[in-house]
């Protein structure tokens, strides 16, 4: 158990719609990652939030956002949903931004798009 | 982000054998990260590196951080049926922060 935990575990939902995914960081984590995994296109790296704030970005579209709250859980909103958005989507943390890497991932939301 | 070129694609093991893989990149990186994935699973870190040279080893796990910066290997010794599943590579450029992920060496059991 990676401390880290992700809602819903699967999502199914049609195109144009919008889904809210939910993230519970470690305890005592302040790095939240969000990171999308297709078959095609590997893990990819979408956001990065430090105690509330944006800290990096990634290959996000714009139809995508994130926030993180001040008890640290995160949001990853998709909106206006396409086919090609059905992946997984796994959200990580780790105490520090700059001196650790994603250490502990949730087992992820399954996003398919009908 | 930037081109990590992880190989093999897929391996299948025989219990007891050693195997290796590794991942390259045209850039210099400062970091270098080996994580596992079960099915139905998130990533979980096996080895971190930060080094050049850097030698790990976690269990029969046995990482290094090439001298060049550029590329990284991973060691499993005496495979045993668990190991079986997804590794990544992942990296740190030395221009850039964030991390980028390989594409990733499905081991499967050879039957």
């Known amino acids: 158990d990676s401390g880290v935990t992700q809602t819903p575990k699967h999502l199914i939902t049609a195109t144009g719609q919008r889904v809210t995914l939910r993230c519970s960081p470690r305890s005592g984590d302040l790095s939240v990652y969000w990171y999308q995994q297709s078959l095609d296109q590997g893990l990819q790296f979408l956001i990065q939030?430090?105690?509330?704030?944006?800290?990096a970005k990634g290959n996000i579209l714009e139809r995508f956002s994130a926030q993180q709250f001040p008890d640290l859980h995160s949001e990853l909103n998709l909106s206006s949903l396409e086919l090609g958005d059905s992946a997984l989507y796994f959200c990580?943390?780790?105490?520090?931004?700059?001196?650790?890497?994603?250490?502990?991932f949730g087992d992820g939301t399954r996003l398919s798009i009908l | 982000g930037q081109q990590l070129n992880q190989s093999p694609q897929s391996m299948f093991i025989q219990e007891g054998e050693d195997v290796s893989m590794n991942c390259t990149s045209s850039s210099i990186f400062n970091t270098w990260l080996w994580y596992k994935q079960d099915p139905g699973e998130g990533p979980v870190l096996l080895i971190a590196?930060?080094?050049?040279?850097e030698l790990t080893s976690n269990g029969r796990l046995t990482a290094q951080f090439g001298i060049t910066r550029k590329d990284s290997f991973l060691n499993i010794s005496a495979s045993i049926p668990s190991d079986v599943g997804i590794y990544f590579c992942a990296g740190v450029p030395s221009n850039d922060y964030k991390l980028s992920f390989g594409a990733g060496t499905t081991v499967t059991v050879r039957a």
């Open positions: 939030y430090y105690n509330g704030e944006e800290r």
């Open positions: 990580a943390s780790s105490r520090d931004t700059l001196s650790e890497q994603p250490q502990h």
């Open positions: 590196l930060y080094k050049a040279g």
